[in-house]
């Protein structure tokens, strides 16, 4: 079953749209913030629900606590999106903030500066590229409002309804660094296997509108 | 593959072209070192070795190679990079028959002056 998910073809042309979707959100960041994005080539991967948490850790290899920013999604294709970096990124990426316009005071607590740099990064990234993604397959997606969490356990993210052991699960992953201070993060959008035919419906589509422009 | 797919199909239906395919950097600069192609058409995210790091070892090969990158990359640094490194046009995706032949229409006139 997990083998016949997707055809060769279909794996790549979902990550050619996960790297169309990730370039124009890290064009929109980088509008907001004065900063180089360096991008990577995205990675399809179908897992069993059970190998899931170890597929993520294996990808992200960091150190300690994660800072995730989290983000649900239903419609034509449910899951959640996590955007992940290592614990304590948000203070290494405050410099780019001119304070004035991002609305990050200063007169927060110094530990919450760092979630607050993290979601404000999370929302534009995670916003513009799953926008831009479910908008080049033509999949109509309601988005629910992101979190925050620090920690290393990835499970809570998983609704047990939805990643059932009998499922498999469908990763979208890609990886980037903030090239002036080398802090790496990862996004990785999550569905199971149910998601397949509206992935499959809207890569038809993705084909078919680019051969007619 | 997808994207090589693509672009490989709108070249075709522009002119009777041999075209030369490589999948990712490294590939596609020992192509280019071997093949000699009159235009490259570059991706700028691609495994073992990006965009960046192939069109400037292109470049240091042959530098009037004709290079178009193609990337969904579209930050301004980004493309002002692809820029000072030598290329000649910079095509965000996604890719469509019209960029591609435009290009083609292009990189075709600096050949024939």
Same mark, same amino acid.
């Given at each position: ?213 | ?36 192609? %009159? ?33 969904? %990359? ?40």
């Amino acid at each position: 079953m997990k083998q016949e998910i997707f055809t060769p073809l279909e794996i790549d042309t979902l990550q050619e749209t996960l790297n169309i979707a990730f370039g124009a959100a890290s064009a929109e960041l980088a509008e907001v913030i004065d900063i180089f994005i360096a991008l990577d080539t995205p990675r399809l991967n179908v897992s069993t629900v059970g190998q899931l948490e170890s597929y993520i850790l294996d990808q992200i290899n960091l150190p300690a606590n994660y800072a995730i920013v989290e983000q649900h999604f239903s419609g034509g294709v449910t899951g959640v999106t996590l955007l992940i970096f290592p614990e304590g990124a948000g203070l290494e990426l405050l410099s780019y903030f001119n304070k004035s316009e991002s609305g990050i005071p200063l007169t927060i607590p110094l530990e919450n500066i760092d979630k607050e740099a993290l979601m404000e990064i999370g929302n534009i990234l995670i916003g513009a590229c799953m926008s831009k993604l479910y908008e080049l397959l033509d999949i109509n997606i309601k988005f629910y409002p992101p979190r925050i969490t620090v920690t290393r356990d990835f499970k809570q993210f998983f609704d047990e309804e939805f990643f059932e052991e009998t499922h498999y699960a469908i990763t979208l992953k890609t990886n980037f660094k903030f090239e002036d201070n080398d802090v790496t993060g990862h996004l990785f959008i999550i569905t199971n296997d149910e998601s397949s035919s509206s992935f499959k419906e809207g890569l038809n589509k993705f084909w078919e509108s680019i051969n007619e422009r | 593959m997808a994207a090589r797919m693509m672009i490989t199909g709108f070249i075709q239906k522009y002119g009777d072209y041999e075209i030369i395919e490589a999948a990712n950097g490294k590939e596609a600069v020992e192509q280019f070192r071997s093949n000699a192609p %009159d235009f490259t058409f570059l991706d700028l995210t691609m495994p073992v070795m990006d965009g960046f790091e192939a069109l400037k070892l292109i470049k240091e090969s042959d530098r009037k190679a004709l290079v178009a990158v193609l990337s969904a %990359d579209a930050q301004q640094k980004a493309i002002e990079r692809v820029k000072e490194l030598g290329a000649m046009l910079f095509i965000e995706k996604p890719v469509t028959e019209k960029k591609i032949h435009s290009a083609l229409d292009k990189l075709k006139a600096v050949v024939s002056k």
